[in-house]
């Protein structure tokens, strides 16, 4: 293949203020009839101001060349003069890169090597006058579901310090606003415009003086926390790069197929930036077809984190007959429908359905579930346990899960601890979610919340809540402001799931138990809680960890995850024995710490005579009624504590992660996860997790559902 021909059609190019501008439309034959398009020009410089040398001077390297070639053709384009053309040349490579996709029957952004297939797009403002028509502005673009907003301010420090603070006053302390004077101020006027939006949380600080000043950069970099960027007109384009980075005179790169001469060198300035664990934005492309091109690129791009939409100008459009326009959804559709496994109440069948998924709310976060274990407290639902008759309630189940982010809400770019959030990250949550407006909240009792409950909890029948939302169904719903941790990859998906209830709610009573080093602990029940409450006894000291239970893998697990002492219920059959056993483990004291894990009722009584004098006794899984007698005075004579212990506070969470990774070479908690099952076979998933009737009990020590199996 080869170019056979190359030319520009010059129009006239409409705009609604000023004077008119010219469009090139700029296209590449080749002589196998593929054909490669592009705009050339800008609403501010026109393509009759370049075409003479895209003619005189480019064309004679391109008519000849394999298409597919465009690297070496971008190379002897941009060393065939000093004086070039950086506009002509992008044209030309953007063509070029148009002609490769049709060739291998990609879009460019996969024949890049694609990242991702949609991006946040951030509404960029210009024209305005006064603070009040910004922040009107802003509030209307917050409203529709942007996720970031940015400035270009009359250019008057002292001005635009009022347009920057009344527009953070209008749209609250989470959504994202940047700042762009286009280059307009002094480095004492960048240096105090900067430390005013820094206070006001913008960001990105965009070019506040030019772009030629890298020593004045350096030292307002050096000034400010806010991040600064520039280079989006920095001398010697692409090779001058590496001075900015080397002086550490810019915190983010810019680039643009327009101003840096096509697709190629954004590609290279955005893996260059990448190096430096910097971000490479992309700039608005001047025309249609650029932007087009620029969305592609970034598309390949891990280290861009939006894309820039000039608002309030219709000739940005000019030329294309059907141009990509933002959803308010981040390219997905407002009607998302996703699988769920409704449970249609206690001892009865599970159903699985297709629901709508909840619409994502400025500040909320949709997540994309990966697994969700089968916790104690589902088997109890699906049952039908407790001290009335089963309920004939319909809901979508499970809570004990993890995903990734699908969709980030207007206003979201990080997560709970500060870390860059995107779409696609691994995320753990916790499942409840607290108010941070009662009284509990108020006195750091998260955990205590009593507004908590998750929307399905408090409806009364299941049209009020009809929604794919839930641990066993394919998306999980954060509400806006909701605790939400990242990741690495480091923990398989399964094991990831048990983290937001089992691993979190044991650290948890763990630490409500106020467990000392040297301390000896029980564990009653040696589940998917009770194998992680074992490791974490043991990994923090504990002198003794005896866990109880009547399962031989279980035991045997534990015995491998920190256990000094087993108590097999099949050998030691009656409470009495049991408790014998552990007073003969700790010399006739009883242990400092005893953990319930079982979730029975008759389980308490046991536990609390495993205590010892003055000891505590963590009663977490019997959450689902039952009853027992106990002496009035059993508690008072024993100055036992006994702590009741549902959900946490989610800085346990991040800890928990933490932990878990730390010690996975320690403790093999990876083999906690016995079975995985798909979500249509979500009923012998709870078979193979039920034990109780059963004499042998469960062969499973956790099993997750992955919704999308």
Request: with cysteine.
């Amino acid at each position: 293949m080869e170019v056979t021909d190359l030319s520009v059609q010059l129009v006239r190019w409409p705009q609604a203020e000023g004077p008119d501008s010219t469009l090139g439309f700029v296209k590449v034959e080749t002589n196998e009839g593929v054909v490669g398009h592009s705009f050339l020009g800008t609403t501010w410089r026109g393509a009759h101001f370049d075409t003479p040398y895209l003619m005189e001077i480019i064309k004679p390297i391109v008519l000849g060349r394999n298409p597919l070639d465009y690297g070496a053709i971008w190379q002897e384009m941009r060393h065939a003069r000093r004086d070039y053309s950086i506009r002509a040349i992008g044209s030309v490579n953007v063509a070029l890169l148009d002609i490769a996709g049709k060739v291998a029957g990609l879009p460019v952004f996969r024949l890049l090597g694609a990242y991702r297939d949609h991006l946040p797009a951030y509404a960029s403002t210009g024209g305005l006058t006064s603070p009040e028509a910004f922040a009107e502005e802003a509030l209307e673009y917050q409203g529709a579901g942007w996720p970031a907003y940015k400035i270009h301010p009359p250019r008057i420090p002292s001005t635009d310090v009022d347009v920057a603070t009344a527009v953070r006053l209008a749209v609250g302390d989470n959504f994202k606003l940047m700042f762009d004077p286009v280059s307009a101020y002094s480095y004492h006027d960048a240096l105090r415009v900067g430390l005013e939006l820094q206070d006001l949380n913008y960001e990105w600080f965009e070019d506040p003086m030019n772009d030629s000043n890298i020593y004045g950069y350096r030292n307002l970099c050096a000034k400010l926390k806010i991040p600064v960027m520039a280079t989006e007109y920095a001398p010697g384009g692409f090779e001058a790069m590496h001075q900015w980075l080397m002086s550490e005179a810019t915190d983010i790169l810019r680039a643009d197929v327009t101003v840096k001469g096509g697709i190629t060198p954004v590609m290279k300035i955005a893996h260059l930036a990448e190096a430096f664990h910097m971000n490479c934005e992309l700039h608005h492309g001047g025309n249609a077809l650029a932007n087009v091109a620029n969305l592609h690129a970034a598309g390949a791009i891990a280290n861009c984190g939006y894309y820039e939409v000039v608002i309030n100008d219709e000739s940005r459009n000019f030329g294309l007959i059907d141009p990509p326009e933002p959803s308010n959804k981040n390219g997905k559709e407002s009607n998302m429908k996703g699988l769920a496994a409704v449970f249609t109440g206690g001892q009865r069948p599970v159903e699985i359905v297709e629901l709508e998924v909840p619409k994502v709310e400025p500040g909320g976060i949709l997540i994309r579930n990966t697994g969700a274990a089968v916790c104690g407290s589902d088997l109890h639902g699906w049952r039908g346990d407790g001290d009335g008759p089963p309920s004939s309630r319909k809901m979508v189940g499970g809570h004990e899960c993890s995903g990734i982010v699908d969709i980030l809400g207007a206003g979201v770019s990080t997560d709970s601890m500060g870390r860059r959030l995107k779409e696609g990250d691994r995320v753990v949550y916790p499942f409840f979610f607290p108010c941070l407006r009662c009284y509990q909240c108020v006195h750091g009792e998260l955990h205590a919340c009593p507004n908590r409950l998750h929307p399905r909890f408090k409806t009364e029948k299941f049209e009020d809540y009809p929604y794919c939302d839930g641990g066993f169904a394919q998306y999980w719903n954060l509400p806006p402001g909701h605790f939400v941790f990242k990741v690495t990859d480091s923990i398989p998906d399964r094991v990831l799931a048990t983290v937001n209830c089992s691993l979190s709610q044991v650290t948890w009573a763990i630490h409500q138990g106020a467990m000392k080093f040297g301390d000896t602990v029980v564990i009653q029940g040696a589940g998917g809680l009770g194998i992680y409450a074992t490791a974490i006894a043991a990994d923090a000291g504990a002198s003794r960890v005896i866990v109880v239970d009547g399962q031989s893998a279980r035991l045997d697990l534990a015995k491998r995850c920190g256990a000094t002492d087993t108590i097999d219920l099949r050998e030691y059959e009656s409470p009495d024995s049991r408790v014998s056993k552990v007073r003969e483990l700790t010399n006739g004291v009883g242990a400092d710490v005893v953990v319930e894990v079982v979730g029975v009722a008759a389980a308490t009584p046991e536990g609390l005579d495993m205590v010892r004098a003055g000891g505590k006794y963590v009663d977490v899984g019997n959450i689902s009624g039952g009853s027992f007698t106990l002496a009035g005075n059993r508690l008072i004579r024993g100055q036992i504590h006994w702590i009741g212990v549902a959900h946490y506070n989610p800085w346990i969470l991040e800890n928990a992660v933490s932990w878990l990774e730390r010690v996975s070479e320690k403790y093999p908690l990876y083999d906690l996860v016995s079975h995985t099952f798909p979500l249509d076979r979500i009923e012998q998933a709870f078979d193979t997790a039920e034990w109780s009737g059963k004499a042998e009990g469960s062969v499973a020590t956790r099993v997750v559902v992955e919704p999308w199996g």
